[in-house]
């Protein structure tokens, strides 16, 4: 079992930068791909980014070069740097552990709460 936890999240305007983190707790951290996934009321649930165990990453074209996927694999945390905010990246967004870095939200198998994130204009 692998749980998460997200934190980070808040209202920050448009142009704007936060730092969400993804502390995880049980088995071993480093042998798991993480992601972040993000919903915006009355919409799906939809990928924004991944790591994989070997650090390669893979981002959403709709934030590619605004957003940073990261890990620190001995404080077993993961990383989501997000700059150059719009209001379109408003949503609740939720880290996910799983044994292959995809974006495909049914290949995880651990998911955090969620945290909120709202870009005014």
């Known amino acids: 079992q692998v749980q998460l936890v997200e934190s980070g999240g808040g209202l920050v305007q448009a142009g704007g930068s936060l730092r969400l983190s993804c502390a995880a707790s049980g088995r071993t951290f480093s042998s798991y791909a993480m992601g972040w996934f993000r919903q915006a009321p009355g919409k799906e649930r939809e990928f924004v980014t991944s790591i994989t165990t070997d650090g390669s990453t893979y981002y959403s074209d709709s934030v590619k070069g605004r957003f940073t996927i990261s890990r620190d694999n001995a404080k077993n945390t993961m990383y989501l740097q997000m700059n150059s905010l719009k209001p379109d990246d408003t949503a609740v967004y939720y880290c996910?552990?799983?044994?292959?870095?995809?974006?495909?939200?049914?290949?995880?198998?651990?998911w955090g709460q969620g945290t909120q994130v709202t870009v005014s204009s």
């Open positions: 996910a552990a799983g044994t292959v870095g995809t974006a495909v939200s049914a290949k995880y198998d651990y």
